[in-house]
């Protein structure tokens, strides 16, 4: 069975400081595939980053960096110098390839940090 | 390119109502998805299908819950009878291929079971 624990329910920082949302997964699959998606308050969730259980490097994109360690097994994400538009709910998720789901990879999200950007 | 349609934005409905929400995904999308996103959770996948095909419906339940894809394009929800815990924003999703890839989500449904 899969697991995402998102255990921050909430965290609230001052603009232009940097926030770390953790993300724990649990998987006895080898080949899996983390995400995190950005849920605004329009409800819509927006895609932010895939990554795969064979590339461990770290990704930067502008002010937004993940730490993928399969040894911990977390993928946290890092938002720097943070801004009032980052204000939102984010959303780590697993899916996972096995023979006997392949096909029908099923996104198992967890809970959700609602991160609240204070100007 | 325009997004995931959904519609109605919102829903209010009495318990033992019967209630149906529509979703139009990205064109060229095989997959489609319906989720189910109670308060202070993360969304639940209720159905998900390849075309105009059920890959898993493992979650859905059947006994009050339908859902269908006709022609492999758009796609439709439906509660009969709603419960209280029915209540919760329904979102569709839709990806290329469903392997392992981005989700494009609508913007959700509310729904309140009074």
């Known amino acids: 069975a899969q697991k995402v624990t998102q255990a921050q329910t909430e965290i609230s920082v001052v603009e232009k400081e940097d926030v770390t949302l953790d993300c724990v997964y649990e998987t006895r699959d080898t080949t899996y595939y983390l995400f995190w998606y950005k849920q605004p308050p329009s409800g819509e969730l927006v895609f932010l980053i895939r990554?795969?259980?064979?590339?461990?490097q770290n990704e930067i994109s502008g002010r937004y960096s993940w730490n993928f360690q399969k040894s911990t097994s977390s993928f946290n994400f890092t938002i720097t110098a943070s801004q009032v538009v980052d204000s939102a709910v984010y959303f780590c998720a697993l899916s996972a390839l096995t023979i006997s789901n392949f096909g029908n990879e099923k996104l198992t999200f967890g809970t959700g940090t609602r991160l609240t950007i204070i100007p | 390119e325009a997004g995931v349609a959904q519609s109605p934005r919102y829903k209010i409905i009495e318990k033992r109502q019967s209630v149906a929400f529509w979703c139009n995904p990205i064109s060229g999308h095989a997959t489609l998805y319906w989720y189910q996103q109670i308060l202070g959770q993360g969304p639940k996948l209720l159905i998900q299908?390849?075309?105009?095909?059920?890959?898993?419906d493992s979650q859905l339940p059947k006994d009050r819950f339908s859902a269908e894809r006709l022609k492999g394009v758009d796609s439709t929800l439906k509660i009969q009878p709603a419960k209280l815990e029915d209540s919760a924003v329904y979102l569709c999703?839709?990806?290329?291929?469903?392997?392992?890839?981005?989700?494009?989500f609508g913007s959700g449904t509310q729904l309140s079971v009074l």
């Open positions: 990554r795969n259980s064979f590339d461990e």
């Open positions: 999703a839709s990806s290329w291929t469903g392997r392992n890839e981005k989700l494009f």
């Open positions: 299908f390849q075309n105009n095909g059920v890959v898993d």
